[in-house]
């Protein structure tokens, strides 16, 4: 079988790495496309996936996004039409030249792509969508219309997505897409010598805003109280601060900020996670990333929370930060990493192939 799978932003290669490994290991042929956006690109080569880089962010806006989804959906089909050529990769490609121009796809797998949803419906491939906050109005409203299977979890009610056309294809999954990705995960304290960090100070991640979204806005007053939060603790009480920006713009606006780390590439983010003492961040597959691996995380989204974080939330496991004067900025014991929840992949798998079965 081949298989044909669309990743647009940076956490899509964390989700999808397991199910190319698994796919693999059943002996089907995955192709991987990939937009240059955020820190996309940089992951498939540190994960050592080969891909083919096709098309960019066009921006932020409504028109920007509509001529964006046009133009690459339109760049996918001729790639898909012409079979696979050019896929960038770390090292040779091991496999017979021969192999690598087949066939069409048997089906097209996306994390929220509606790129690759418009481009297999025009192909006539099947297509399975995933994505785990339910908000995301105008994307939904193309992805979840044009696939057969849309993959989610077990939080949220599956009559919020009928709106978009999902009625009918709604597959769940238990628990939360970071323990299937991170299930064969341990940390690696290398990354800390790499970003130059005194293992015995305290460690707060931050991760900015994803101002590119129509669902979220960089101006965030109470973002910006939490950086000069840490700027003020990292001056008078030792407290290292890693910020892990979106965008090359981001990059360039925090770089230069006194106390702060703001690594040049894609890093070992989890390994980070899995060490800090604090997470705060205001997307969502970083916080939960964090209570996923036990870290202690508060999330500064003021868009409308979606069913995950509104368990997570409930839970505890997940905090809504209402000012820094919630913060606690001191050491902590790391949590036992035997005690994580561990998910099989091969979950997500069966659920996002399930249009193919009789």
Same mark, same amino acid.
């Given at each position: 079988?081949?298989?044909?799978?669309?990743?647009?932003?940076?956490?899509?290669?964390?989700?999808?790495?397991?199910?190319?490994?698994?796919?693999?290991?059943?002996?089907?042929?995955?192709?991987?496309?990939?937009?240059?956006?955020?820190?996309?690109?940089?992951?498939?080569?540190?994960?050592?996936?080969?891909?083919?880089?096709?098309?960019?962010?066009?921006?932020?806006?409504?028109?920007?996004?509509?001529?964006?989804?046009?133009?690459?959906?339109?760049?996918?089909?001729?790639?898909?039409?012409?079979?696979?050529?050019?896929?960038?990769?770390?090292?040779?490609?091991?496999?017979?030249?021969?192999?690598?121009?087949?066939?069409?796809?048997?089906?097209?797998?996306?994390?929220?792509?509606?790129?690759?949803?418009?481009?297999?419906?025009?192909?006539?491939?099947?297509?399975?969508?995933?994505?785990?906050?339910?908000?995301?109005?105008?994307?939904?409203?193309?992805?979840?219309?044009?696939?057969?299977?849309?993959?989610?979890?077990?939080?949220?009610?599956?009559?919020?997505?009928?709106?978009?056309?999902?009625?009918?294809?709604?597959?769940?999954?238990?628990?939360?897409?970071?323990?299937?990705?991170?299930?064969?995960?341990?940390?690696?304290?290398?990354?800390?010598?790499?970003?130059?960090?005194?293992?015995?100070?305290?460690?707060?991640?931050?991760?900015?805003?994803?101002?590119?979204?129509?669902?979220?806005?960089?101006?965030?007053?109470?973002?910006?109280?939490?950086?000069?939060?840490?700027?003020?603790?990292?001056?008078?009480?030792?407290?290292?601060?890693?910020?892990?920006?979106?965008?090359?713009?981001?990059?360039?606006? =925090?770089?230069? /900020?006194?106390?702060?780390?703001?690594?040049? +590439? $894609?890093?070992? &983010? !989890? @390994?980070?996670? %899995?060490?800090? *003492?604090?997470?705060?961040?205001?997307?969502?597959?970083?916080?939960?990333?964090?209570?996923?691996?036990?870290?202690?995380?508060?999330?500064?989204?003021?868009?409308?929370?979606?069913?995950?974080?509104?368990?997570?939330?409930?839970?505890?496991?997940?905090?809504? =930060?209402?000012? /820094?004067?919630?913060?606690?900025?001191?050491? +902590? $014991?790391?949590? &036992? !990493? @035997?005690?994580? %929840?561990?998910? *099989?992949?091969?979950?997500?798998?069966?659920?996002?192939?399930?249009?193919?079965?009789?």
């Amino acid at each position: 079988m081949r298989v044909w799978i669309d990743l647009t932003n940076s956490p899509h290669v964390l989700v999808m790495r397991p199910v190319i490994d698994v796919l693999r290991a059943d002996g089907h042929e995955v192709e991987v496309t990939a937009r240059d956006f955020a820190q996309t690109l940089q992951l498939l080569d540190r994960f050592e996936i080969p891909h083919t880089a096709i098309g960019r962010h066009r921006g932020e806006r409504l028109a920007d996004k509509a001529l964006g989804l046009a133009s690459r959906s339109a760049a996918l089909v001729r790639w898909a039409r012409r079979g696979r050529a050019g896929a960038r990769a770390p090292g040779p490609d091991p496999r017979p030249a021969r192999s690598r121009r087949l066939g069409p796809f048997d089906i097209a797998l996306g994390h929220g792509s509606n790129d690759v949803s418009v481009a297999a419906r025009l192909l006539r491939i099947p297509c399975s969508t995933t994505f785990d906050y339910e908000w995301a109005a105008v994307q939904h409203h193309v992805n979840c219309r044009l696939a057969r299977a849309v993959v989610v979890p077990d939080a949220i009610p599956p009559e919020r997505l009928y709106r978009y056309g999902a009625e009918g294809k709604v597959r769940a999954y238990e628990g939360l897409k970071e323990e299937y990705y991170l299930a064969d995960f341990e940390p690696d304290p290398a990354v800390l010598g790499d970003l130059g960090l005194d293992a015995g100070r305290p460690l707060v991640v931050v991760r900015t805003p994803p101002e590119v979204s129509l669902y979220h806005r960089f101006e965030n007053d109470l973002f910006a109280a939490v950086l000069a939060r840490l700027r003020e603790a990292g001056a008078e009480e030792g407290v290292q601060s890693v910020v892990l920006p979106r965008t090359e713009a981001q990059r360039v606006q =925090l770089r230069d /900020v006194p106390g702060f780390t703001v690594p040049e +590439r $894609a890093i070992d &983010a !989890q @390994s980070l996670i %899995a060490y800090a *003492d604090l997470v705060v961040s205001a997307g969502g597959t970083m916080n939960r990333e964090a209570v996923a691996l036990g870290t202690p995380v508060y999330t500064t989204f003021e868009g409308r929370l979606g069913a995950v974080d509104e368990r997570l939330i409930a839970e505890g496991r997940l905090r809504k =930060l209402a000012g /820094v004067d919630q913060l606690e900025l001191v050491k +902590r $014991a790391p949590p &036992a !990493q @035997s005690s994580r %929840a561990r998910r *099989d992949p091969r979950g997500l798998v069966e659920l996002l192939l399930s249009p193919l079965s009789p």
